[in-house]
Nanobody, 128 residues
Framework: QVQLVESGGGLVQAGGSLRLSCVAS????????MGWFRQAPGKEREFVAA????????YSADSVKGRFTIAGDNAKKPVYLQMNSLKPEDTAVYYC?????????????????????WGQGTQVTVSS
């Protein structure tokens, strides 16, 4: 099992920045990738960004490209989501996630069912 704990959420004005952190514990060596999803009230959980440990390739949703950056070295160290130029529509609970799938096909990275482990989430609220 892998346990994930997020931090860094909060209230920020539109145009501002936040950095989310995710710390993993447990069988971290079994993970092949980590990522972030978000869920706004009344909406489905949606993919935000992910990073593979083999090669360090990163992926981002079109809605956050150029504004959000995922960074991390491996599952033993914190994974960060740097969020810049925040918009009110970025308001959501942000969840850190990890998977042990290997190989991990790029085509399934954006699906929540691909990911095996989830944190409790951290609230991000962007005011207009």
């Amino acid at each position: 099992q892998v346990q994930l704990v997020e931090s860094g959420g909060g209230l920020v004005q539109a145009g501002g920045s936040l950095r989310l952190s995710c710390v993993a514990s447990g069988r971290t060596f079994s993970t092949s990738a980590m990522g972030w999803f978000r869920q706004a009230p009344g909406k489905e959980r949606e993919f935000v960004a992910a990073i593979r440990w083999n090669g360090g390739t990163t992926y981002s949703a079109d809605s956050v490209k150029g504004r959000f950056t995922i960074a991390g070295d491996n599952a033993k160290k914190p994974v960060y989501l740097q969020m810049n130029s925040l918009k009110p529509e970025d308001t959501a609970v942000y969840y850190c996630t990890a998977t042990g799938r290997d190989p991990l096909r790029t085509s399934v990275i954006t699906y929540a069912l691909t990911w095996d482990y989830w944190g409790q989430g951290t609230q991000v609220t962007v005011s207009s």
